[in-house]
């Protein structure tokens, strides 16, 4: 079914931005209504496992991963642009929160509540912040090779935190990758064997249902089965197993919560809340642009760093940790006919409404089912196909790709997409700080028609001018770009016997700044010292105004400027050294052998 679309030119834009849900409201029907109602039903039953596990993946109590999927969601709905996003816990900034809160406090602690909910907070204004700033854009700097290596990561540090329920061995609080492994091998002995088997039986059952019938809601049915098995092996053992469970949900609305925002706490958090702030604007906007292309709707990335930022903010005060777009659901959402925002908001109210219901039976459900489960997600995490491609196409981004999973695991996952983007950035600068400088001569095609090509084994130097080079420039003329260009041209034009006269063809450059303006005057000087000069060809109009602006091109003089190639060509071998052409044998230049026959021709008697 199309989604609702609404006359959104009849309000003034100052309120679309504030109120940017009169977009949709006011469009919707009886039939939509019933769609997005359906569609919000489906997802509040889909979301219900999600929540347990994800606020289990946090550290934090499971009733959190349920408050938080309900008044964030509602809020992002109605202030974000996407008709399908869906908002709520996610895997990812589960696995970020609890590796960066867990050295600080106990997870499950007081103290662990109310800092997560300070990173909350604090996430949520940099949302905001980022959103008024209208700074939709930033998220294009995170490269897709690190987020897979991200969610390599993520799913390696979800592994080694649930080892210690999976097995029942006591591993100290906040280990590292190899502490964590070191301590499970020196204490084997000490595994609890009953709540293995409870988390074996769970494992399989999750990797079996998944694998072979995809479309049943796995985690549910294995942490029944894993209930199922704990209870037998407890009644089995007389009731002294010793398999802890979670103990029953508290059926009520989300609790107000206040968040600690003393100087200590914020500096503790800081540095946190700026890494999942980058990771949960990355997700909501990829999620909601991927659906976009299916819905046909257009995503303002402004938009939704205000949504996602006001959602947080509400969240922290609603019992709620950092929430952001999640793919499932909203995959979900969209598959499930939703029309309008109307079905994420619906689905947090149905999600209320269920958890009154179900509240009860989490006294039956095993931490070790819990870890099972989490293990599963965690290895669907791994896009191994991705890896492979990444290792196969690119050296650079192979780089990329191990610098962010080293440091997600080894050192922590809030750094290690800084990493993974900082290394990016400077890969992309060390190749723009490097444009190629293609050197081309004429060649005749079969026809008889003339075309400039690279220098090949077809075209050889030979087959140009000794008095001119033309190269064309494939890249921008910026401060970062200069030294590699002039060092490039000095190799060209600098030593005795090599072209005096060079033809920068432009049209591959796309930009130009006073650094690179300044490099053509000083070259321009050098070859016209030398006995030649600097031509441009071809060049865009933001290049010829920096130009212009510069000075460059009054220095250069109209006679070294022009806007086809054949007529600086033109201008160029009509002042050539005749001496040197007559000793000339291999040159391909029209122009040059017209003036010959020209000049053969005077001379004949």
């Not at 502490?179 to 059952?205: H, K, P």
């Not at 009520?252 to 949960?280: F, H, K, Q, Y």
């Not at 030398?530 to 441009?536: M, P, Q, V």
């Not at 026959?597 to 005077?602: D, G, L, M, N």
Request: proline fraction near 5%.
């Amino acid at each position: 079914m199309p989604p609702i679309l609404t006359d959104s030119n009849a309000l003034p834009r100052t309120i679309l931005r504030l109120l940017p849900f009169m977009r949709w409201l006011p469009g919707i029907t009886r039939q939509s209504a019933r769609a997005d109602l359906l569609a919000g039903l489906t997802g509040a039953v889909i979301v219900l496992p999600q929540c347990v596990a994800f606020a289990t993946l946090a550290g934090m109590p499971i009733e959190y991963g349920l408050y938080c999927a309900m008044v964030p969601a509602v809020i992002a709905a109605l202030f974000g642009s996407s008709w399908h996003l869906v908002s709520g816990p996610t895997n990812a900034i589960s696995i970020v929160l609890f590796a960066s809160l867990a050295p600080l406090a106990e997870p499950g602690s007081a103290r662990y509540v109310e800092l997560a909910l300070t990173v909350t907070l604090l996430v949520g204004a940099m949302q905001l912040a980022m959103g008024l700033a209208r700074l939709g854009t930033l998220v294009n700097f995170i490269s897709h090779t690190v987020i897979v290596g991200f969610m390599a990561a993520a799913a390696i540090v979800i592994i080694d935190a649930q080892l210690k329920t999976f097995f029942g061995i006591d591993i100290p609080r906040g280990a590292g990758f190899f502490e964590t492994w070191g301590a499970l091998l020196l204490r084997v002995d000490g595994v609890d064997l009953q709540v293995t088997l409870v988390s074996l039986v769970t494992l399989g059952c999750a990797i079996a249902l998944r694998h072979y019938v995809p479309r049943w809601p796995y985690m549910i049915i294995a942490m029944a089965i894993g209930a199922l098995a704990a209870l037998a092996i407890d009644a089995a053992s007389g009731g002294r197993s010793g398999i802890t469970t979670v103990g029953a949900l508290p059926a009520s609305l989300p609790p107000l919560s206040l968040p600690d925002l003393s100087t200590a706490a914020i500096r503790e958090t800081g540095a946190i809340a700026l890494a999942i702030t980058i990771l949960a604007l990355t997700e909501a906007v990829s999620i909601a642009r991927s659906i976009a292309v299916r819905s046909g709707q257009r995503i303002d990335s402004t938009q939704e760093f205000t949504g996602q930022g006001l959602s947080n903010i509400a969240g922290a005060f609603f019992s709620s940790y950092p929430s952001s777009g999640s793919f499932n659901r909203s995959g979900v959402n969209y598959d499930a006919g939703a029309r309008s925002p109307l079905a994420a908001a619906s689905s947090a109210l149905f999600l209320l409404a269920i958890l009154f219901a179900v509240a009860p039976l989490a006294a039956y459900l095993p931490h070790a089912a819990m870890a099972a489960v989490l293990m599963v997600v965690a290895w669907g995490l791994i896009d191994f196909k991705g890896i492979r491609q990444i290792l196969q196409a690119s050296r650079t981004e192979s780089a990329v790709l191990v610098l962010t999973f080293l440091s997600g695991v080894l050192i922590s996952l809030e750094f290690c997409i800084l990493a993974g983007v900082m290394l990016s950035l400077m890969l992309y600068l060390n190749r723009t700080s490097k444009p190629a400088l293609v050197q081309l001569v004429p060649a005749s095609d079969a026809d008889g028609t003339r075309r400039f090509v690279p220098v090949s084994a077809s075209a050889p130097p030979s087959a140009g001018c000794p008095q001119l080079l033309v190269l064309r420039v494939d890249g921008s003329l910026f401060y970062g770009a200069v030294e590699h260009v002039r060092d490039r041209l000095l190799e060209l034009t600098g030593a005795a016997g090599q072209p005096r006269n060079l033809l920068l063809l432009g049209d591959g450059i796309n930009l130009m700044d006073i650094a690179g303006a300044h490099m053509i005057d000083v070259e321009a000087q050098r070859l016209a010292a030398a006995g030649g000069g600097l031509y441009l060809a071809a060049i865009k109009p933001t290049v010829r105004e920096m130009l212009e602006r510069s000075g460059t091109l009054a220095a250069l003089g109209t006679g070294h400027v022009f806007e086809r190639k054949g007529d600086a060509l033109a201008a160029i071998l009509a002042r050539r050294d005749t001496a040197t052409c007559a000793a000339c044998t291999g040159c391909a230049f029209d122009e040059c052998r017209v003036a010959a026959r020209a000049a053969a021709a005077q001379d004949t008697p």
